[in-house]
T-cell receptor, first 114, second 116 residues
């Protein structure tokens, strides 16, 4: 069975400051990793994903994440945040290879302070 | 990008009635659709996986007779909450897997169900 841990339930950050949202996973097999963003009263939007290849993945809205197999982590980063980045961020994992079932973390609420 | 729609976006119903939620993939064929439930300020919990033309696979603890899922075509899946009760009030979200882009799910905007 696979699981995802997002240790930070809330992260307040000043506008234009950098941010890192942490995600750790556990799985007995190779996994695919995802970050989704959810704006208030909306569904989830894919920010980025890691399937294979380069461990540094760039996504939309200036976000990037780095896959670290030894630390089983997939932390999300942005060098300079904007007010519009205020949202809930979910890390998710799947086993891929035809098994697309996603397991989500509990989410991190990112609040940007003007 | 791939678009998934849900209808209705919100619904209020009386206890004991049934409610149907539709999930459509608008510009791609979805061989697999997923239904999630999200409680306030919590993560998404997978309820079931449906493949076109076959019975849905339910997660442990999800009542298949209460949450009926039908995936009749490659672009449409429906979730029917039967004999709804206040504890069924929640945010229901569907996602669809693109046959051409495996391992990526596209999410609908969600349906907020309130049972009075």
């Amino acid at each position: 069975a696979q699981s995802v841990t997002q240790l930070d339930s809330q992260v307040p950050v000043f506008e234009e400051a950098p941010v890192e949202l942490r995600c750790n996973y556990s799985s007995s097999v190779s996994v695919y990793l995802f970050w989704y963003v959810q704006y208030p009263n909306q569904g989830l939007q894919l920010l980025l994903k890691y399937l294979s290849g380069s461990t540094l993945v760039k996504g939309i809205n200036g976000f990037e994440a780095e896959f670290n197999k030894s630390q089983t982590s997939f932390h999300l980063r942005k060098p300079s945040v904007h007010i519009s980045d205020t949202a809930e961020y979910f890390c998710a994992v799947s086993e891929g290879f035809g098994n697309e079932k996603l397991t989500f973390g509990t989410g991190t609420r990112l609040t940007i302070i003007p | 990008g791939a678009v998934v729609s849900q209808h209705p976006s919100w619904v209020i119903c009386k206890s004991g009635t049934s409610v149907k939620i539709e999930c459509r993939s608008l510009d791609f064929q979805a061989t697999t659709m997923f239904w999630y439930r999200q409680f306030p300020k919590q993560s998404l919990m997978l309820m079931a996986t449906s493949n076109e033309g076959s019975k849905a696979t339910y997660e442990q603890g999800v009542e298949k007779d209460k949450f009926l899922i039908n995936h009749a075509s490659l672009t449409l899946s429906t979730l029917t909450v039967t004999s709804a009760h206040p504890e069924d009030s929640s945010f229901y979200i569907c996602s669809a897997g693109d046959r051409g882009l495996r391992d990526t799910q596209y999410f609908g905007p969600g349906t907020r169900l309130t049972v009075l």
